[in-house]
């Protein structure tokens, strides 16, 4: 009988692991009984071959991450902790399961990583078998996970097989972001950062959309004064918690609420980097809580800048990152064949609006701005950021390769972040997304039409976009609404849904 290998990405992981929980350890130090990331090796033969354990590398070439793919379930805390090995290209996974009793986690993934032309990090797995913890090398590694990191600072990524050649099935993709998660915060006044909440497939109806938030240490009290609105700006409920900041086995993380270690339901792990990177885990569908930022969902945020960002300079970077629509499921019109377009490696900045790529895109919107289905109420401002996917659409199918080899990432989505709120440095509460005629599922060859008029059809609606630096790049993260009027729309003819797309400005 021929042996059958799956891939298992980290959806699968995570799904698999459904139980996590989170015990005390006998000593006060408590032991965190979830995914987690460790380094590991690729041998260098075919199938069923074992991958070669991890050995130590050179000092300063090895970075350590917390962070959490945020597609999640409520019942799949998927917290996790990454390391990427710059003298060997290396990343590897491990993770516990709610009966394991052992204290140091279980060898699930490890890969390599090359960086491509583009920037992004093009990244290969091998999986063990489930339960076994043996590393167990592809024939060939598992490909279509990508990531983009700034070195010390923070990760973004979609670590999971989205059209795996070694299972020969499409896989589901959801986003993480990676803090540095060396040590706990160390602030010596009170110090504000900005944020803004992921969306999630399960709980879309968020009580916050973004917010500021000023961070206060004493000891190892970590105390967050929340200011959380809704994209308008419509201001809510603020708050003030505290929580406890420990080394676990995941890194240095702060932990709310202070005895939430034995209620995964309700925990919140929250990583604050050296560098400024502010990552939340907090996935709870049931609306049961808000963790510490009030918007039900993890959050991904920034240091507050000391001054006004220089808008000018922002506008004229270049960025990698992602455009992540958990609700944007509409399969892709190539030979009855579905491709997973929630989560897409993206770059922005590439283009001008002059640019010939983005001449869809602006004939698009001019075509609905006070004409056509009239959905594009106002042209982009010269705050602009131009870009799109990196999805390649044929035939004989699709994929979303970010790597350069099949060109340029597409013109379909433009960013105007507005105007920065003169009150605080690196906030836009009034951004525009647009998006043009062959954002996926349709493309140049099968363009979006409105339904009432029969013409081609593009669409613009309101976010925020909360802008900041990491060890002197900028980044950009953008959210949009499904409650915002008009609410964020994507063209696969369905629901309005939430959209965030996350950017890191590319190293020069």
Same mark, same amino acid.
């Given at each position: 009988m021929?042996?059958v290998?799956?891939?298992?990405t980290f959806?699968r992981i995570?799904?698999a692991i459904?139980s996590?929980q989170?015990?005390?350890s006998?000593?006060?130090?408590p032991?965190?009984v979830v995914?987690g990331?460790c380094?590991?090796?690729l041998g ?5 071959q ?5 050995t130590? =590398?050179?000092?300063g070439q090895?970075?350590t991450y ?7 379930t409520a019942?799949d805390?998927g ?8 003298a ?5 996974v491990?993770?516990f399961?709610s009966s394991?009793?052992a204290?140091q986690p279980?060898?699930?993934m490890?890969g ?6 583009t920037?992004f990090l093009?990244i ?5 078998n489930?339960?076994s913890?043996v590393?167990?090398a ?8 990508? =990531? ?7 990760v973004?990524a ?8 070694c ?8 986003p993480a972001a990676m803090?540095?998660?060396a040590?706990?915060p160390?602030?010596?006044t009170q110090t504000?950062?900005?944020?803004v909440?992921v !969306?999630?497939?399960?709980r879309?109806?968020?009580?916050a959309d973004?917010g500021e938030?000023?961070?206060?240490v004493?000891g190892s009290a970590v ?9 308008? !700006?419509?201001?809510? =409920?603020?708050s003030?918690v505290?929580?406890?900041c ?12 202070l ?6 339901s309700?925990?919140?792990?929250i ?5 400024g990177?502010?990552?939340s885990?907090f996935s709870?569908?049931s609306a049961?809580g ?6 039900g969902?993890g959050?991904?945020?920034v240091?507050e800048?000391s001054?006004p960002v220089?808008v000018s300079?922002?506008?004229?970077a270049?960025?990698n990152?992602f455009f992540? =629509?958990p609700?944007?499921t ?8 579905s491709f997973?377009?929630?989560d897409?490696?993206s770059?922005f900045?590439?283009h001008?609006?002059?640019s ?13 701005n006070?004409q ?10 010269a705050?602009t ?6 999805l390649t659409?044929?035939?004989a199918?699709a994929v ?7 060109g340029?990432e597409?013109?379909?989505v433009a960013?105007d ?11 836009f ?8 005629s ?5 493309s140049?060859?099968?363009?979006w039409t409105?339904s009432?008029t029969?013409?081609?059809?593009a669409v613009?609606f309101p ?7 990491l060890?002197g790049?900028y980044?950009?993260f953008?959210?949009?609404s499904?409650?915002s009027?008009?609410?964020a729309?994507l063209?696969d003819n369905?629901?309005?849904?939430p ?6 400005q590319?190293a020069?």
């Open positions: 021929p042996i290998r799956r891939c298992f959806d995570v799904a459904s996590l989170v015990r005390r006998r000593k006060t130090m032991v965190i995914l990331l380094v590991g090796v260098s033969g075919g199938c069923g074992t991958a070669t354990p991890v130590s =590398a050179a000092n090895v970075d917390f962070g959490t793919p945020f597609n999640v019942s805390y917290k996790s902790s990454s390391t990427f090995d710059h060997k290209n290396q990343i590897g491990s993770g399961r394991q009793a204290q279980t060898p699930i490890n390599t990583f090359a960086r491509a032309d920037g093009d290969t797995e091998n999986f063990a489930t339960g913890g590393l167990v592809e024939n060939p590694p598992c490909t279509g996970a990508w =990531a983009v990191e700034i070195p010390g600072a923070g973004l979609n670590l999971l097989s989205l059209h795996s050649a299972s020969g099935i499409s896989e589901s993709a959801a803090a540095d998660n040590a706990c160390n602030f010596s504000p950062f900005l944020y909440t !969306p999630q497939t399960s879309i109806g968020d009580t973004y938030v000023n961070i206060t004493q105390t967050f004064d929340a200011k959380p609105f809704l994209v308008g !700006p419509v201001a809510q =409920a603020v003030t505290t929580g406890g420990s080394n676990s086995n995941l890194g240095a993380l702060t932990a709310y609420p005895n939430s270690f034995g209620l995964p309700n925990l919140d792990l990583g604050i980097g050296a560098s990177f502010l990552v885990s709870n569908a049961a808000t963790g510490a930022f009030g918007g969902t959050v991904i945020g240091a800048s001054k220089d300079a922002v506008v004229g270049k960025y990152g992540f =629509a609700l944007n509409a399969p892709l019109n190539i030979a009855s064949q997973d377009i929630t897409l490696a770059s900045g590439n001008a609006a002059t010939l790529a983005c001449s869809a895109l602006q004939s698009s919107l001019m075509a609905n006070g056509g289905a009239m959905t594009v109420p106002v042209l982009p401002s705050n950021l131009y870009g799109g996917e990196f659409i044929t035939s199918g979303n390769d970010p790597s350069g080899t099949s340029s597409n013109c379909d960013i972040l507005g105007t920065q709120d003169s009150a605080t440095n690196g906030l509460p009034k951004a525009t997304v647009f998006i043009g062959t954002y996926p599922p349709f140049s060859s099968n363009p409105c009432q029969g013409a081609i059809c613009s976010a925020t976009a909360v802008v900041g630096q060890q790049q980044v950009i953008v959210v949009a499904a409650a009027s008009p609410a729309q063209p369905s629901s309005p849904q959209v965030g797309i996350y950017l890191f590319k020069q």
